[in-house]
């Protein structure tokens, strides 16, 4: 999954550089701001997961 979030941002980064020279810098900046707010929310949701599993588990432990 990370991958493909990297590969998708080197991707726009790169189109953002062609694009910025053809003067449609506001739009690329909007985009790319909605961009990282997905990305934040996508990691930041994975690692809550990451941490309710872990938290289930010494919960598991503790009833055994």
Known sequence: VL???WSAYFVLSSWTERSSQSGSL???EELTKEYNSMVGKLT???SELKWEKERLEEMNFVSV
């Open 3 to 5: 991958w493909s979030l």
């Open 26 to 28: 506001h739009e690329l």
């Open 44 to 46: 930041g949701r994975k």
